[in-house]
């Protein structure tokens, strides 16, 4: 039968960002490292990050000259071993030389794993400018740091800046986003922090469609009627055959709404998806005989089912999601 699905709320998460200071604001979530000499480092945090979103940064300055590669890095950034993992920042130097970024592996302990090393490239001093690399959390990795790396010695005064952090899950590098991102799409994005602000994950949630047309929704009642037992009294006389009709009792069961396209499916199927969802199914016709399917009607997902996307066979609605409901009034 045709309907119209309506979900509410009209979001679901689309992103999450993975380092818990994305903006720079912690010291204790960001580090120096070195090699060929200590270069004497400190670490501040600094204001007016200048073009960018953000107005603080960790500056990590090396008072004395280094022979080897220096490095500052965000430490906040839990991993799972075996994800692949997409990270980037922004950073500057001081001085003029080639640098990459770097993302470090570490376990429970905070023993180092392994690490990956991005492109190197001559780059100005001064210049702030955006890294990115994608590789695989190792085994035992629970943590990671990324970083900006001069990857050649440098003279004394070297300093390193770093901030606007993302780490995602995937290959696909996005736009850098935090907790206190601005609203500023059409329909407007919904940005927050997974725990305390500037000390946890960030969530972008993203607008879906609010009407998802499915070709055909199968089963939404058992399609049958079924009679009372119980014999009504007019004028208080029992009379056999006044009985109540009303429709089949099973008002929680497993719909499955058909879509033409992926594209409508996987914004239902997202949709669909989200925590404590409730959705309203309007109806515009019925089999012959089951006019009283023909309406309005509001539901919420069963909380011990899961809805399920499956493409079957090519034809129109092959797009199928199995959604296990219960009928409420809200």
Request: aromatic letters at 10%; proline letters at 5%; glycine letters at 10%.
């Amino acid at each position: 039968m045709d309907a119209t699905i309506t979900c509410h709320p009209f979001t679901f998460e689309a992103r999450r960002n993975l380092c818990e200071d994305p903006a720079a604001i912690n010291a204790a979530n960001y580090n120096y490292s070195s090699s060929g000499g200590a270069g004497s480092p400190a670490l501040s945090m600094l204001n007016s990050a200048a073009g960018l979103n953000v107005v603080t940064y960790a500056n990590v300055t090396f008072t004395t000259a280094t022979s080897g590669w220096a490095a500052a890095s965000c430490d906040a950034i839990r991993v799972e071993a075996g994800t692949q993992y997409t990270m980037s920042l922004y950073g500057f130097q001081s001085l003029a030389g080639t640098s990459c970024i770097r993302i470090g592996w570490y376990d429970a302990s905070g023993t180092f794993l392994s690490e990956y090393l991005g492109p190197v490239a001559n780059r100005a001093a001064g210049v702030w400018t955006r890294l990115s690399g994608t590789a695989v959390a190792p085994a035992g990795a629970v943590t990671a740091w990324v970083g900006y790396r001069m990857t050649a010695g440098s003279a004394a005064g070297l300093r390193i800046g770093i901030t606007q952090v993302l780490a995602e899950d995937g290959a696909v590098l996005g736009d850098w986003f935090y907790g206190d991102t601005p609203d500023t799409s059409t329909p407007p994005a919904e940005y927050s922090w997974a725990r305390a602000r500037n000390n946890s994950a960030s969530v972008k949630r993203t607008p879906s469609s609010s009407d998802l047309i499915a070709t055909k929704v199968e089963g939404p009642w058992q399609q049958e009627f079924e009679s009372s037992n119980q014999v009504h009294r007019y004028m208080d006389q029992p009379s056999s055959s006044l009985v109540t009709v009303r429709p089949g009792s099973g008002r929680a069961g497993t719909m499955v709404a058909r879509f033409d396209n992926h594209v409508d499916a996987n914004d239902a199927f997202r949709s669909l998806g989200y925590p404590h969802l409730w959705f309203e199914l309007t109806t515009t016709d019925a089999p012959v005989g089951l006019d009283w399917l023909v309406g309005l009607y509001q539901f919420i997902i069963s909380p011990d089912g899961r809805v399920a996307l499956d493409q079957q066979e090519p034809f129109n609605g092959a797009w199928a999601i199995t959604i296990p409901w219960t009928e409420v009034n809200l």
